[in-house]
C-alpha cells in the first residue's frame, strides 16, 4: 500500500489538536531527531492483554483478536514484540505470562485485580527492554505508566463512562488512542494520539456471494442489554422471519438473559447457539442475510460489523457510538435511530452488493491497515518524546 494513499484507509482526525496522520508523517520526515525514530529499523514493543481471555481467544474476545491481529503483525515486520498474556496464548511474538490459563474459565482465579497488578508489575520492572509499550488495559496501567521513563501507548477499548473521568483527567497527558472518533466525546481532554479503527484478517472470513435460502437474521454478541439482543427478537417476530443468535453470557448478565432471552427461544424462529468459536462465526455471519446491530449504548466500535460485512452480510445497526462510522448507509448497510425502524430497513438490505460490503471491509478494516495505523502512532510518540 502506498505511503500517499493508506491515511484514507485507517487514520482519522486527530480532533484535539488539529491533525491527521499525513501531518504527523511530515512531521516525522522534516525533523533530524524525529527521523532516527522513523528510520529506527525495529522498535521493542511490549503488547500488554487483558487476562480475561486467551490472545486470540477461543470465542469471545474482540479485544483479544485485535491484540492478537496487531501483534503478530508487527513481528511479521520484524519488530521485537513481547505479548504479556495469559499462558494458553498463542502468538508470534516472545510470551510473557503471570497466570497459565485465561482466566474467565479458571475455576482457581478469583479475584481478577490481583493477577491484573501482578502482570503490570512484570512489565514495567523491565520497562527498560521496551522502546515503546502499549496497553489494551484500560485505567490499570496509567499509575504504573507515570512511573517509567519508556512511553506507554493506551488504545482505549472501552467506553470512557463518568465513574473514571477522575483518573482519566489525573493522567491526561499520557497518549491515548481511540478506536473511534465518537468515543472521544466523553472525554475530550485526554491527550488524544489519533483514531486507528480495529481490523481483522479478511482471508479468515470466507466470503457469501449469497445468503441461505431461507433466508435468516444474524445476531452476534454478548447476551446483555447494551448489546440489545432482546431488541433482535423483537426485530425478527416483527417481520416474521428466523433469527439465529450467539454470544456468552456474563454472570452479571444471567438474570437478564433468563428472564428476557431464554423463554424466547423456541429452536424454530429464534435460535440460540451458545458462545460461538471462530468457526460458527464465521458460518452464522457468511450465511445470514442481514447482521442485526441493535445497541443501546455507545458502542467504541462493534468489530462484529466488520465481522459480518466481510463475510458479505450488510449490518443493519442504531446510530449510537461508532456505528455511523462503521457503516456505510445504503451501501454496506443502514444507520438507525430506532429499534422499529431497523425492522422496515430489512427489504432494502437484502439488495445490497454483498461483494461492496466485502471490499469496504478489506480497504479500510484489515491488519495491514492496522499495523500501518499503529506503527505511525509509535513513531509520532517516541519523536514527541525526544522532542
Known amino acids: 500500500m502506498q505511503n500517499n494513499n ?27 531527531e524525529i527521523g532516527k525514530v522513523a528510520l529506527k529499523p525495529a522498535l521493542r514493543i511490549a503488547q ?33 514484540v513481547t505479548l504479556f498474556a495469559s499462558g494458553d496464548s498463542q502468538t508470534l511474538a516472545h510470551l510473557e505470562s503471570i497466570c497459565p490459563h485465561a482466566l474467565r474459565r479458571s475455576s482457581k482465579a478469583h479475584e481478577y485485580a490481583i493477577y491484573e ?100 437474521l444474524a445476531f452476534l454478541g454478548r447476551m446483555s442489554p447494551e448489546k440489545g439482543p432482546q431488541h433482535a427478537i423483537t426485530i425478527a417476530k416483527r417481520i416474521s422471519w428466523p433469527l439465529k443468535m450467539a454470544g456468552k453470557v456474563d454472570i452479571v448478565d444471567r438474570k437478564f438473559f433468563e428472564r428476557e432471552i431464554a423463554p424466547q427461544i423456541d429452536g424454530n424462529q429464534i435460535e440460540y447457539l451458545g458462545e460461538a468459536n471462530h468457526a460458527t462465526k464465521v458460518e452464522l455471519l457468511g450465511n445470514a442475510a442481514v447482521t442485526l446491530f441493535p445497541i443501546t449504548w455507545r458502542e467504541p466500535f462493534g468489530l462484529v460489523m466488520v465481522e459480518s460485512m466481510a463475510t458479505g452480510t450488510p449490518v443493519i445497526g442504531i446510530g449510537l457510538g461508532s456505528v455511523p462510522e462503521v457503516i456505510i448507509h445504503g451501501k454496506t448497510g443502514f444507520v ?23 471490499n469496504y471491509v478489506v480497504s479500510r ?13 509509535y513513531r509520532h510518540v517516541l519523536a514527541t518524546r525526544l522532542g
Request: aromatic share 10%; charged share 15%; glycine share 4%.
Open 6 to 32: 493508506r491515511e484514507n484507509y485507517f487514520l482519522s482526525i486527530n480532533h484535539s489538536k488539529g491533525e491527521n496522520f499525513s501531518e504527523l508523517n511530515n512531521k516525522n520526515s522534516d525533523n533530524p
Open 48 to 80: 500488554v492483554a487483558p487476562l480475561w481471555e486467551p490472545v486470540p481467544p477461543s470465542a469471545y474476545g474482540g479485544i483479544e483478536l485485535v491484540v492478537s491481529n496487531l501483534t503478530n503483525g508487527l513481528v511479521s515486520r520484524n519488530h521485537e
Open 117 to 216: 497488578k501482578l502482570q503490570l508489575q512484570r512489565v514495567y520492572a523491565q520497562a527498560a527492554e521496551f522502546d515503546i509499550i502499549h496497553s489494551h488495559m484500560g485505567l490499570a496501567a496509567l499509575p504504573f505508566a507515570s512511573q517509567v521513563n519508556t512511553p506507554t501507548v493506551h488504545t482505549l477499548h472501552a467506553p470512557l463512562m463518568p465513574d473514571s473521568h477522575q483518573i482519566f483527567t489525573h493522567y491526561s497527558q499520557q497518549p491515548y488512542i481511540s478506536i473511534s472518533n465518537t468515543q472521544r466525546q466523553l472525554a475530550p481532554h485526554l491527550n488524544y494520539v489519533c483514531t486507528i479503527h480495529n481490523g481483522i484478517e479478511p482471508q479468515l472470513y470466507p466470503f457469501h456471494a449469497q445468503p441461505q435460502q431461507p433466508p435468516y
Open 336 to 358: 438507525c435511530q430506532m429499534v422499529e425502524e431497523m425492522a422496515s430497513f430489512v427489504p432494502a438490505a437484502l439488495e445490497l452488493n454483498r461483494q461492496a460490503c466485502r
Open 365 to 377: 478494516f484489515g491488519i495491514e491497515q492496522l499495523v500501518d495505523g499503529y506503527e505511525v502512532a
